[in-house]
């Protein structure tokens, strides 16, 4: 059983058809679950459809640079297999303990640590700013990002195999997982609060991402995790607010009524910043 399930996601980089058909699956449930049970009334600019096509828009751009790397990411993974670089062969993992040691590295590196990055370092920030300039956080909000995003996101995943030593089986489990958790903590769905609460103090659940999405700091500056939220309880980044207090966009930075202008998100990065 397992040796099969190893061996479909050993080869899953090489079926791009089937990566396609789970994103776009994840999607498409989540829109059907926020449009029955919403968390908050959102106030589109034109419509839903108009606001799906932008994020979308950056989507298609996010998917295609990170194809272009995942050569690299075959390449460092099978560089560590040659020569037992790695946690997963320093420690002797065996399967299971590959597939939690390398879930955990490439949540830090790919999850929590590029996106505290991203919020700290001024430069970097402008690009995530894209991100953030959303105000109307849905399913569709989660790979709203600036194509230097995308990149940066890229070169810590790197980081995260190369430290782990992961296999690619491995990689690929935390990239299907990532991709369904990515479309599930933006959708705009309300869960009971026992649950969404019991959620959070293992994964980041709906609610605590949307506090991330908060226009004002220090909000904003708050729950950086990808799947597991134990990185920010650990590392003091944790914080609650309810959702009927979240307001989504900046409160600086960028117009907020531009936030569904496409070529102008394009730009922003490179133009001199709104303080």
Known sequence: MIENIIQHF???DLRPLERMIILVAGLLFF?????????????????KLRHAGVNLAFTVIHLIIHTFLAI???????????????LVYWLHAGIWGTILIVFLVLDFFGGWLVHITQ????????????HHADNNVDVTTGLRHHPIESVLRGLF????????????????????ILVADT?????????????????????????????HHHWQQPYTDSNYGAILSVWDRLLGTFKHLAPSKIKYGLDKYYPNQKDED???LLKQPFQKIKE
Request: glycine fraction near 6%; charged fraction near 10%; proline fraction near 5%.
């Open 10 to 12: 050993q080869t899953l």
């Open 31 to 47: 829109w059907i679950w926020e449009g029955a049970i919403p968390l908050l009334p959102l106030s589109y600019k034109k419509n």
């Open 72 to 86: 690299f990411i075959i390449e460092i993974s099978d560089w560590c297999a040659a020569n037992g670089f790695g």
């Open 119 to 130: 919020h700290k370092v001024a430069f970097l920030w402008r690009f995530h700013v894209v």
């Open 157 to 176: 995943f790197f980081l995260g195999i190369l430290a782990s030593g992961a296999p690619m089986y491995a990689v690929m489990i935390f990239q299907t």
């Open 183 to 211: 479309a599930f903590t933006h959708a705009n769905l309300r869960l009971p609060n026992w649950l969404d609460k019991g959620m959070s103090y293992l994964l980041v659940s709906p609610n605590m991402h949307k506090v």
């Open 262 to 264: 496409f070529m102008q």
